[in-house]
């Protein structure tokens, strides 16, 4: 009986996946996860090009989760500023922020500390120039429906809005912090983050 493409394909990611947290991106090998996911080493290249191809695709489910976490707050669907500051919303980001960790844990720790030699070594970098890019703009866009908003804020506070939400999932991950303590915490980190914006914003 002839095997389904699809299944071979998910058994190569799913073998890539354990050989890239066992040895990282730049030690694996083609031929370890070929040899994982039980296939010829030869048949892995009828589904992906290369090394990174594979590890992008591994790794696309949390760097989706992090485009549509941007996007929803502060981009093309991003919600009106003052509705940021309600319990409600409030209560969504965190249990999204959780969701996200309980969902992705694994490649967090692929993409974290797993990443050097890929294409994606940069991905936090590049991801919090993009989301300070689209910050700034959405800031201009709440002005215009909230004049007495103050978006006198600079580049590096809005920079390290998203690099601290990085070191916060580093730092979940790194201390193995349980489901028990995780909700806590993030409620906490929102809370902080909440409170001095809209203390800098002057809403």
């Known amino acids: 009986m002839q095997y389904p493409k699809d299944d071979i394909q998910k058994d190569i990611l799913k073998a890539a996946e354990k050989v890239f947290l066992q040895k990282g991106f730049q030690k694996a090998s083609m031929r370890e996860i070929a040899q994982e996911a039980q296939v010829g080493l030869s048949n892995i290249y009828n589904y992906f090009k290369n090394k990174d191809e594979i590890f992008r695709t591994v790794v696309r489910p949390v760097i989706s989760a992090f485009e549509r976490m941007l996007h929803e707050h502060h981009g093309r669907y991003g919600a009106d500023i003052m509705e940021m500051y309600s319990a409600d919303y409030l209560r969504y980001v965190i249990e999204e922020y959780i969701t996200l960790i309980q969902e992705h844990r694994k490649l967090l720790v692929l993409l974290f500390f797993h990443a050097q030699g890929s294409s994606l070594e ?3 970098e590049e991801f919090t120039e993009h989301s300070t890019s689209l910050v700034k703009e959405y800031f201009k866009e709440m002005k215009e429906k ?7 804020v600079s580049d590096f506070s809005i920079h390290l809005h998203t690099a601290w939400m990085f070191t916060m999932f580093e730092e979940l991950i790194m201390h193995r912090v349980g489901i028990g303590d995780l909700e806590q915490i993030v409620t906490e980190y929102i809370t902080f983050e909440v409170t001095g914006w809209r203390e800098l914003m002057k809403i």
């Open 122 to 124: 940069r991905f936090k």
């Open 146 to 152: 909230h004049p007495q908003m103050n978006i006198n």
